[in-house]
């Protein structure tokens, strides 16, 4: 229907709901009470059914809509990155100038394995699909409390980058002290690439919502709340089949005996398929008017 179609259904729907009311106080008018009312509720069903989701409109959404998502909110997620990466770095530094900052930060059972030059991840390989379930679900976890810290006018999503970029810092520079820096970093390199991107639009996505509570601008802050958890609310939904991939190389390629090296080629193979996913795809075609 066109827009002045659209118009004039609405003003008949009314109008028709008003004539109801008027006609139901008069007793002699019941047959007309009785048509108006069935005339009502059939277009009340069509006004207000829902419609079943489409396969081809998930298609969609991936393939167009979530990398012009990406595209629009990228600022965000490059200061959810930054963030981060200086969390990392700086407590890369202090682990590396006081060893004994690892032990205050990772615990002692950890750094008991650390020294031993052993990697942690042994456990995952004699259960993978139990291991690969659970890290998807803390995965997903870590990425909805970025996301849904964006309320706390971006306190909580800035902290959450904090504290990850510190415990990947300090475990770098942890297993770097104990000669296992290629262990750790072939362990992290394969899922890493799909993981830690998906954490930083998470991120992104909760200091957009952040941006809209704080600079609405010239638009009302609800209404510009709105728009901005509408577009954060689809780059959360974007980072889920990422996460879900992840988690399952997590479980069962990353911590397997096949060559460091490989494993490093894999990673680039998928960070660069990522890369052009995200800045390639096609923008979502203009609707077009009737």
Known sequence: MSH?????????????????????????????????NQLLGRAHNLIYMGHKAKMSGLVR???????????ETLPGTTLAFVIFML????????TLRDPAFAHRVLGAKM????????MWTHSI???????ASA????????????????????????WMMLLNGMMIGVVGAATWHAGMAEQL????APHGVLELPAIFIAGGAGLEIARGMLFPGLLPRR??????????????????????????????????????????????VMFSALVVYLNTARRPQPASVA
Do not use: H
């Open 135 to 158: 890290i998807m679900t803390n995965n997903l976890v870590v990425s909805f409390a970025a996301f849904a810290y964006g309320v706390t006018a971006g306190i909580g999503t800035v």
């Open 185 to 188: 970093w072939s362990f992290v």
């Open 61 to 71: 959404f991936y393939r167009e809509t979530y990398p012009q998502v990406f595209r």
């Open 87 to 94: 969390a990392a770095i700086a407590a890369c530094a202090v």
């Open 223 to 268: 209404e510009s709340i709105a728009k901005a958890g509408g577009r954060a609310s689809k780059l959360l939904l974007g980072t889920i089949p990422m996460l879900f991939v992840a988690g399952i190389i997590e479980g069962f390629l990353s911590p397997s005996d096949m060559p460091p090296w490989t494993k490093f080629v894999f990673a680039g």
């Open 4 to 36: 002045r179609e659209l118009q004039e259904l609405g003003l008949l729907y009314r109008q028709t709901a008003s004539d109801l009311a008027s006609v139901r106080e008069d007793v002699t008018s019941a047959q007309l009470a009785a048509y108006l």
């Open 125 to 131: 390989v004699t259960v993978k699909p139990l291991a």
């Open 111 to 118: 750094m008991e394995t650390i020294e031993r030059r052993e």
